[in-house]
Structure formats: structure tokens, C-alpha cells
């Protein structure tokens, strides 16, 4: 009987130590690689195209085979994208070459920027905002489909094979979320654990418990609209906060993002009868005048004008067991003698001065 796991990337099937064939295991060899919502494997992107949805890359046969292995799988090592070095731009009167990014710093002064809008006021930052209700809706196996031995869960971190067993037998352990890759962490949007390495995230246990998803729901009308999950992703600068929505190939006519003070709401059409539609409850206020979005061929990229000067650890609101740890937030200015390298006293923007004085 099979009593170990084998952890060959791609593979995870149980074996027989003692009845391990030379091809046995099919895995990749080689490392994920993930590129502007773009994923695929290293050791073999000539040959599978890579791939926008996270279970289309989960989904991507193996390339290589061999016996099973118990050893643990060495740490993935971030991809190096190489670029050419920026040649010299000019020669400085003594003789020094300076190179492009060097001469704008240098030469160019910087731009005027006009004052960031005042903080709310302390009552505002108080205030409870309600959420916007995205109730979970767990799917069921079609009844009328059969289920066959050796058949897998499909929901994520579950992956439990389907024995002589009936429908409602055993538990399944598994994530409702989405993947979620944010500045090299990694992990599902329905959890709070986060983690480093691509193997450890493939092992993160499951959070919420149900029914076994073997052969999936009921197949939705012809002329239906499948409700599908994209995956996610923000950066900011000190007045706005850009969101990256990936879906490949959305309808540029039909695909909208409604903007409120508080909220915005993103309704997608994509190909194959699929619709990404969500409202998102924001981390704080926003223009909605002055935000805007465009539709790009593999993702939505929406700029919020920030209506404050409040930074946005989070695109949404967060839940309380979160909230403090994004609380103090520092903001060092390069000049007036405060807040640089070696100074003693730092240098709070208004929105965590607020904060400070309430905890005072």
C-alpha cells in the first residue's frame, strides 16, 4: 500500500517506496515562473504556452520523468531578467562619464509638486465603514455525473483521491480564495498565513472545510455566463494607487469599473462566456472624478486618486485581526534636518500623526 509522498514539483502522488519504477514520477525539473500575470514552468515554456488563471498553471502536464523522491525540494531562486546597461550620455568636464539615470538625477530639477490633500479628521478615521457583503457560495458535484476510482478533489490544497467510498464520505480541507502574489509573499486572499517559497505556499493547509469537489457543478446553459475569480495585485505612489486586475482579453466595449467614494465595482467580460464581476470596499477615501482605468491584453490597470494622504497596505478594508498591524506607518522626508539617515526622531505623515495622538 502506498504510504509515502512523493515532492517532485508537479507530481505529490502517493507510492510504494519498495515498488519505485524508473518512471514512476512525471514532474518539472524546472522552477515557476511568474511575469506580469503571465505563469509557466522553466523547464518548459517552449513547449506549454504559458498561462493567465492559476489552476490552468496547476494544470500543466509534466515534462520530465523518473522514480519518486522523499527528498525535500531545494528553494526556488527568483528568476534574473537580464537588461543592457545604460551606455554614457555625456562626459562631465572633468572627464567623468555620466551615465542616463545619473544625468537626469543630476541635471534635472524636480518637478514642483503641489501640497497632498489634509487627513481627515480624527471622527472620520474612527468611523466603522460597513463592507460590502461578498457572501462565499460553496460548489457541488453534479449529481447526475458519476464518480469514478482515482478521481481527485478539485478544490485548492485538497487534491484527496476518490476511493470505494460515497459522495458524502470524508472531509475536505481546502482554500475558497484566490492565489494572491504581492512583493514576493504568497498566499490565498481567504487566509492570513503568507509565505516566502512556492513549495511552502503549495502546502499551505486549507482553511475552510466541506464537501469533496470531484467532478465539479452542473455545466451552465450554452448561453450562460460563467462567474470566474482573477487574481489581484496594487502598488501606490504618495497620490494614487494602481490595481491590476489580470484577465486576459477582456471585452474593451462591454468591460466596466464604477467608481464611489468609498467602494468601486469591476465587472469584466472575457472570452469564453466568462465574467469577472466584484465590488471592492477600499482601504481608504478616493476621487472618483479623477480615477480612471484602461483595458490592457492581459490585465485591468485601475488608478484611485487618493482623496488623502494615507498609505494603503491593503486595496480593501481590513478585518480587525489585521488592521493593527498596519497601523504606524513611517514617512521619512530628505530634508529640514528630520527624519534622514542618523536623525532621531521620525517623521510621521498627518494620517499616523492621528494615530499617535489617539494611542497618546
Same mark, same amino acid.
Given at each position: 500500500?502506498?504510504?509515502?509522498?512523493?515532492?517532485?514539483?508537479?507530481?505529490?502522488?502517493?507510492?510504494?517506496?519498495?515498488?519505485?519504477?524508473?518512471?514512476?514520477?512525471?514532474?518539472?525539473?524546472?522552477?515557476?515562473?511568474?511575469?506580469?500575470?503571465?505563469?509557466?514552468? &522553466?523547464?518548459? *515554456? #517552449?513547449?506549454? +504556452?504559458? %498561462?493567465?488563471?492559476?489552476?490552468?498553471?496547476?494544470?500543466?502536464? @509534466?515534462? $520530465?520523468?523518473?522514480?519518486?523522491?522523499?527528498?525535500?525540494?531545494?528553494?526556488?531562486?527568483?528568476?534574473?531578467?537580464?537588461?543592457?546597461?545604460?551606455?554614457? &550620455?555625456?562626459? *562631465? #568636464?572633468?572627464? +567623468?562619464? %555620466?551615465?542616463?539615470?545619473?544625468?537626469?538625477?543630476?541635471?534635472? @530639477?524636480? $518637478?514642483?509638486?503641489?501640497?497632498?490633500?489634509?487627513?481627515?479628521?480624527?471622527?472620520?478615521?474612527?468611523?466603522?465603514?460597513?463592507?460590502?457583503?461578498?457572501?462565499?457560495?460553496?460548489?457541488?458535484?453534479?449529481?447526475? %455525473?458519476?464518480?469514478?476510482?482515482?478521481?481527485?478533489?478539485?478544490?485548492?490544497?485538497?487534491?484527496?483521491?476518490?476511493?470505494?467510498?460515497?459522495?458524502?464520505?470524508?472531509?475536505?480541507?481546502?482554500?475558497?480564495?484566490?492565489?494572491?502574489?504581492?512583493?514576493?509573499?504568497?498566499?490565498?486572499?481567504?487566509?492570513?498565513?503568507?509565505?516566502?517559497?512556492?513549495?511552502?505556499?503549495?502546502?499551505?493547509?486549507?482553511?475552510?472545510?466541506?464537501?469533496?469537489?470531484?467532478?465539479?457543478?452542473?455545466?451552465?446553459?450554452?448561453?450562460?455566463?460563467?462567474?470566474?475569480?482573477?487574481?489581484?495585485?496594487?502598488?501606490?505612489?504618495?497620490?494614487?494607487?494602481?490595481?491590476?486586475?489580470?484577465?486576459?482579453?477582456?471585452?474593451?466595449?462591454?468591460?466596466?469599473?464604477?467608481?464611489?467614494?468609498?467602494?468601486?465595482?469591476?465587472?469584466?467580460?472575457?472570452?469564453?462566456?466568462?465574467?469577472?464581476?466584484?465590488?471592492?470596499?477600499?482601504?481608504?477615501?478616493?476621487?472618483?472624478?479623477?480615477?480612471?482605468?484602461?483595458?490592457?491584453?492581459?490585465?485591468?490597470?485601475?488608478?484611485?486618486?487618493?482623496?488623502?494622504?494615507?498609505?494603503?497596505?491593503?486595496?480593501?478594508?481590513?478585518?480587525?485581526?489585521?488592521?493593527?498591524?498596519?497601523?504606524?506607518?513611517?514617512?521619512?522626508?530628505?530634508?529640514?534636518?528630520?527624519?534622514?539617515?542618523?536623525?532621531?526622531?521620525?517623521?510621521?505623515?498627518?494620517?499616523?500623526?492621528?494615530?499617535?495622538?489617539?494611542?497618546?
Amino acid at each position: 500500500m502506498p504510504n509515502a509522498k512523493c515532492t517532485r514539483r508537479g507530481c505529490g502522488l502517493e507510492f510504494d517506496p519498495d515498488h519505485n519504477d524508473q518512471a514512476a514520477c512525471s514532474f518539472h525539473p524546472g522552477a515557476p515562473v511568474f511575469h506580469e500575470g503571465l505563469k509557466s514552468w &522553466s523547464c518548459c *515554456s #517552449a513547449v506549454s +504556452k504559458p %498561462v493567465t488563471d492559476f489552476d490552468d498553471f496547476m494544470k500543466i502536464p @509534466p515534462c $520530465a520523468t523518473g522514480t519518486h523522491s522523499l527528498e525535500p525540494a531545494e528553494p526556488l531562486k527568483p528568476a534574473v531578467v537580464e537588461s543592457p546597461a545604460p551606455g554614457p &550620455s555625456s562626459t *562631465s #568636464a572633468d572627464g +567623468k562619464e %555620466v551615465y542616463g539615470s545619473a544625468m537626469a538625477s543630476t541635471t534635472q @530639477p524636480a $518637478a514642483h509638486l503641489p501640497p497632498l490633500p489634509a487627513a481627515p479628521q480624527l471622527a472620520h478615521e474612527d468611523s466603522v465603514k460597513k463592507p460590502v457583503s461578498t457572501e462565499y457560495v460553496e460548489e457541488q458535484d453534479d449529481p447526475d %455525473v458519476e464518480i469514478t476510482k482515482g478521481m481527485r478533489c478539485k478544490r485548492k490544497a485538497c487534491g484527496a483521491e476518490f476511493e470505494d467510498q460515497t459522495r458524502e464520505d470524508g472531509e475536505c480541507t481546502y482554500h475558497p480564495g484566490v492565489p494572491i502574489f504581492h512583493e514576493g509573499s504568497k498566499g490565498y486572499s481567504c487566509c492570513k498565513r503568507r509565505v516566502l517559497e512556492f513549495d511552502e505556499f503549495l502546502r499551505i493547509e486549507g482553511c475552510r472545510s466541506g464537501r469533496h469537489l470531484f467532478v465539479g457543478p452542473k455545466k451552465v446553459d450554452d448561453g450562460a455566463e460563467e462567474l470566474v475569480d482573477c487574481r489581484t495585485d496594487h502598488y501606490q505612489t504618495p497620490r494614487t494607487v494602481i490595481v491590476s486586475v489580470f484577465g486576459k482579453q477582456a471585452d474593451k466595449e462591454k468591460s466596466s469599473v464604477k467608481f464611489e467614494a468609498e467602494a468601486m465595482h469591476v465587472d469584466l467580460i472575457l472570452p469564453a462566456r466568462k465574467r469577472f464581476t466584484k465590488s471592492f470596499p477600499l482601504y481608504g477615501p478616493i476621487d472618483p472624478a479623477s480615477s480612471a482605468f484602461k483595458i490592457l491584453g492581459t490585465k485591468c490597470e485601475i488608478t484611485l486618486a487618493k482623496a488623502d494622504a494615507r498609505s494603503w497596505p491593503s486595496i480593501t478594508t481590513l478585518d480587525p485581526d489585521l488592521a493593527s498591524k498596519f497601523r504606524v506607518q513611517l514617512a521619512f522626508s530628505a530634508g529640514g534636518g528630520r527624519g534622514t539617515v542618523g536623525a532621531k526622531e521620525a517623521v510621521l505623515d498627518q494620517t499616523n500623526q492621528l494615530y499617535r495622538n489617539a494611542a497618546a
